[in-house]
């Protein structure tokens, strides 16, 4: 769909046509003035499909308005968000008022997830009629526990009655109890309890297979293990309704990056293994990944200060996306158009917005060999809880023409 620019094509000429026609006159007299030899690459607008802005409930952190301007001057304009907020979003008519307040105050398309049961408590369906007639998206109980399983089953079926599909963050809380890293050497080094990969796996296979009883069309998102992209590939091998997506940060960091109790690489599902994300690496190559998302989750300055264990996980990653996606096709892990398809085109499909994707348009101007460090002044975010501070990355957004 895209390529990069080496030729003495106009820059406009590289994006989809349906973009292209959603350009201004004033964004094509700016992309006519730029110098065609120059290695650009312009992109439909990203799509997020998990990302936590903070409000309602944790504004200490983060705002729609700070957090939807962070997410659009670095090329998101749609962004999912899960329902775990305070309070929850399980009210479809209270949803209205929160898209518009995204769009107004931060100039982002926002895309709700309504709550999977009531309260997020796992133990009865919460009023999907209502939040399907709001406008939500799909339903989560974002990486909440169910009662039981039957209640997981009851609620698909219910769920499926009403067309909505399901997005699942797989973790079986009995296996990953309090811990907050990953099992193996380094937790163990660093006295820290840890959370087996099994966690994640055995929640998804459970998963899988209620899909496959109730044909509920469903998204896993943020895998982070060998074990579940193998699963992943065995469900689409049977023809399964099924997607998935990695967050970024998981193709680049390790539990390696936990040495010295460095709280700002606490995120869960927690950082894996070498072997783990080698395999994610290969999934998301060979297609059994659909999607990457940020996983964006701003921090104050105080959340990171406790000991390690006591810290608040998340990572800030709407400043630093851009640069590790640039890697990626600089490390031969996916081609451009790839890129495309997996953090712009699938993920729209994967949200089920892609009409209204296309309707708005917009195009994402980006130069993949301008080198930055990233700072508190160089991130956009009120977060600036990341791993990769004051590190040198490559690859930025440099212009966005959306509306």
């Known amino acids: 769909m895209s390529t990069m620019l080496n030729t003495d094509a106009p820059l406009i000429d590289h994006l989809p046509d349906t973009f292209k026609a959603s350009l201004s006159d004033t964004a094509r007299t700016k992309l006519a003035s730029l110098e065609a030899g120059r290695e650009m690459w312009l992109l439909p607008p990203?799509?997020?499909?998990?990302?936590?802005?903070?409000?309602?409930?944790?504004?200490?952190?983060?705002?729609?308005?700070?957090?939807?301007?962070?997410?659009?001057?670095?090329?998101?304009?749609?962004?999912?968000?899960?329902?775990?907020?305070?309070?929850?979003l399980e009210n479809g008519s209270l949803l209205k008022g929160l898209r518009e307040r995204a769009l107004e105050d931060g100039g982002i398309?926002?895309?709700?997830?309504?709550?999977?049961?009531?309260?997020?408590?796992?133990?009865r369906p919460s009023n999907i009629a209502g939040l399907k007639k709001g406008g939500c998206i799909a339903v989560s109980n974002a990486r909440r526990p169910f009662a039981n399983?039957?209640?997981?089953?009851?609620?698909?079926?219910?769920?499926?009655?009403?067309?909505?599909?399901?997005?699942?963050?797989?973790?079986?809380?009995?296996?990953?109890?309090?811990?907050?890293?990953?099992?193996?050497?380094?937790?163990?080094?660093?006295?820290?309890?840890?959370?087996?990969?099994?966690?994640?796996?055995?929640?998804?296979?459970?998963?899988?297979?209620?899909?496959?009883?109730?044909?509920?069309?469903?998204?896993?998102?943020?895998?982070?293990?060998?074990?579940?992209?193998?699963?992943?590939?065995?469900?689409?091998?049977?023809?399964?309704?099924?997607?998935?997506?990695?967050?970024?940060?998981?193709?680049?960091?390790t539990d390696d990056n936990?040495?010295?109790?460095?709280?700002?690489?606490?995120?869960?599902?927690?950082?894996?293994?070498?072997?783990?994300?080698?395999?994610?690496?290969r999934g998301l190559?060979?297609?059994?990944?659909?999607?990457?998302?940020?996983?964006?989750?701003?921090l104050n300055s105080t959340a990171k200060k406790a000991p390690f264990a006591d810290c608040t996980p998340g990572i800030s990653n709407f400043d630093t996306f851009m640069a590790l996606a640039c890697q990626l096709v600089n490390?031969?892990?996916?081609?451009?158009?790839?890129?495309?398809?997996?953090?712009?085109?699938?993920?729209?499909?994967?949200?089920?917005?892609?009409?209204?994707?296309?309707?708005?348009?917009g195009a994402v101007l980006v130069d993949p060999n301008i080198e930055w460090q990233v700072t508190a002044q160089s991130m956009l975010s009120n977060g600036k809880n990341t791993p990769f501070f004051n590190q040198k990355l490559q690859g930025r957004v440099v212009e966005t023409f959306f509306g």
């Open 331 to 361: 490390d031969d892990v996916l081609t451009l158009e790839q890129l495309v398809d997996k953090i712009c085109l699938n993920p729209a499909k994967i949200a089920g917005i892609s009409m209204q994707y296309e309707h708005i348009g």
């Open 46 to 88: 990203l799509v997020d499909l998990c990302a936590r802005l903070r409000e309602p409930g944790q504004q200490q952190h983060g705002t729609l308005k700070s957090e939807g301007c962070a997410a659009r001057a670095n090329g998101f304009l749609h962004v999912v968000t899960p329902p775990d907020t305070n309070p929850i």
């Open 109 to 123: 398309y926002l895309h709700i997830l309504g709550a999977l049961t009531a309260g997020l408590e796992g133990e």
């Open 258 to 281: 936990l040495e010295g109790f460095n709280a700002q690489a606490y995120v869960l599902p927690p950082l894996r293994s070498n072997t783990d994300q080698q395999a994610i690496r």
């Open 285 to 298: 190559k060979d297609g059994t990944i659909d999607a990457i998302c940020s996983h964006h989750e701003p």
């Open 149 to 253: 399983d039957l209640v997981l089953l009851r609620t698909l079926e219910y769920a499926a009655t009403f067309g909505m599909k399901v997005f699942f963050y797989p973790d079986e809380s009995s296996l990953s109890g309090d811990g907050v890293a990953h099992e193996g050497y380094i937790a163990s080094y660093h006295g820290l309890k840890g959370i087996p990969w099994i966690a994640e796996t055995v929640a998804l296979s459970t998963q899988l297979l209620m899909v496959e009883e109730t044909g509920i069309a469903a998204h896993f998102s943020q895998l982070s293990c060998k074990s579940s992209i193998e699963l992943m590939r065995w469900a689409k091998d049977k023809g399964l309704p099924v997607t998935c997506d990695v967050a970024m940060h998981q193709l680049y960091l």
